[in-house]
C-alpha cells in the first residue's frame, strides 16, 4: 500500500473511532494506565473494553477514570470494572455518569477476515512528555494465522500483527480500515511481536461473562450480546437501589414511629435513590414542616 494511502486510510479509521477511545487514569495516583474503547451507550450510561491487565493491579479503592479525547469535550468521568476474564486478558467497564454527546460506541467485525490490513487506535505515554490528550493511530497489518491457545466452545485466539506499539497502548481496537469496525482488543507487544485478542474470543468472554450455555444465544451477534450485558446490569443496579430503599425503609419506621409517639404524624416520599443512598422528603402533617432524610445520615425532622 502506498503511503499516502496508509496515511489516508489511518485519518479515516481515527476520524471514525476517535470519540469512543478512552485514556484510563487512577484519581489522585497514575495519570495514565492504559486505553479502552466504548462498546455501548445508552443515555449516560457507557460500557468501556479494555485489557485486565490495565485493571488487574490497581490498589484497593482506587478509583478509575476513564478520559475522552480532548477534540471531544474534553471529559473525564468515573468508571469502575464490571468482569474480567484472565484467560483472554479482557475486561468490562461501567460509566453511569457520561455527558450527552460523548463516548460513542464502535462495532465489531465478526466475519472472516479477508484483508489483513489493521490500525491500532490507543493513547500512550510518550518519556519525559505531558499526557496524550488525543489518541494516536499505529498502522500495520495481521503477519500470522490465528493463535489458537484453547479450541471452541471456551475459544482463547489472538492474532500477531506488524503495528507499532507504546506503553499505554494496551486495551486500544484493533480496527478493519475498509469497515471502520473493530477486530480484536490490543493486548501486549514485545520484541517485535504484537499481539490483539480475536472479536471470537471477545464473543466467547461475553458469552462466558452472561452465563450462557453452548446453544442459548448462539446466533447472538456481539453488539447484541453487549445489550444483554447492559441489561443485565440495569436490572442489578435496580436491585440493589431497592435494596438500600428497603433498608432505608426499616430505619426511617423506626423514626417515624418516636415521632408518632410525640404527638405528631409523618409522610414521606422518596426523592432519589440509587446503591449506596436513598434520600426522602418527611414532612409533618400537622405542622407542615418538612426535612430532607437520608439513609446515610438519618436524622429526625425539624
Known sequence: MAHGETSQGCRDVFDAVEGSVVRLSVAGGSPFIGSGFVVFHEQRA????????????LPPGAALRAHFSESRGPEDVPVRVVFVDARRDLALLRADDVPPGIGYSVGFFEYPITRYEVVLVAFF???????????????????TQPIVEQPEPNLVEFFRASYTS????????????????????????????????????????????????????????????IGLIAQQRRRSSKAEALGAAA?????????????????????????????????FRLNSCSTMHGAWVSNSNMSSPQ
Not at 514485545?190 to 461473562?209: D, E, P, Y
Not at 422518596?270 to 434520600?279: A, G, L, Q, R
Open 247 to 279: 433498608a432505608a425503609a426499616a430505619a426511617l419506621a423506626t423514626l417515624v414511629g418516636e415521632q408518632q409517639r410525640q404527638q405528631n404524624a409523618w409522610s414521606f416520599f422518596v426523592v432519589s435513590s440509587s446503591k449506596d443512598d436513598v434520600v
Open 46 to 57: 457507557r460500557l468501556i473494553m479494555t485489557c485486565m491487565h490495565v485493571v488487574d493491579d
Open 166 to 225: 507504546k506503553p499505554g497502548t494496551s486495551g486500544g481496537p484493533v480496527v478493519e480500515p475498509s469497515s471502520n469496525l473493530v477486530v480484536g482488543v490490543h493486548a501486549k507487544g514485545h520484541a517485535g511481536a504484537k499481539l490483539f485478542i480475536s472479536a471470537r474470543s471477545v464473543r466467547t468472554a461475553l458469552r462466558q461473562w452472561l452465563g450462557l450455555g453452548v446453544n442459548e444465544y448462539a446466533s447472538e451477534s456481539i453488539q447484541d450480546l
Open 125 to 143: 505515554n510518550m518519556p519525559d512528555a505531558p499526557v496524550m490528550v488525543r489518541p494516536g493511530t499505529f498502522p500495520g497489518h495481521i503477519v
